[in-house]
């Protein structure tokens, strides 16, 4: 059974940073797409940075130049590399995996191409 497990999240002030971590297991194929998602209270769910199987990127306009996504392809972990934090950074952010999509591109991923998610990490960004 495939499962995903965020962890990382935490409470910091604005400007700083945070590194977010998901690993993900149950599978044995190289071959997958991931990314990250973020919902704040009220708001629907958005996307905030995915890579697919090539390592190619795609960012949120929100988080782009502050944010970086990379991945642990052999040990099936993702990052999220988060600096500069705002306010309107915070929310519960899950990750995303899905197997049977992996050769769609980043610039082309929603959330419905993701099969599999995670429970979430929350993140404040407070002073």
């Known amino acids: 059974q495939v499962h995903v497990v965020e962890s990382g999240g935490g409470s910091v002030q604005p400007g700083g940073s945070l590194r977010l971590s998901c690993e993900a297991s149950?599978?044995?194929?190289?071959?997958?797409?991931m990314g990250w998602f973020r919902q704040a209270p009220g708001n629907k769910r958005e996307q905030v940075a995915v890579?697919?199987?090539?390592?190619?990127?795609s960012y949120d306009y929100s988080v782009k130049d502050r944010f970086t996504i990379s991945k642990d392809n052999d040990k099936k972990i993702l990052y999220l590399q988060m600096n500069g934090l705002k306010p309107e950074d915070t929310g519960l952010y899950y990750c995303?995996?899905?197997?049977?999509?992996?050769?769609?591109?980043?610039?082309?991923?929603?959330?419905?191409?993701?099969?599999?998610w995670g429970r979430g990490t929350q993140v404040t960004v407070s002073s």
């Open positions: 890579i697919d199987n090539a390592g190619s990127t």
């Open positions: 149950g599978f044995t194929t190289t071959r997958y797409i």
């Open positions: 995303a995996l899905s197997l049977a999509r992996w050769w769609y591109e980043a610039s082309g991923l929603s959330e419905y191409d993701f099969e599999h």
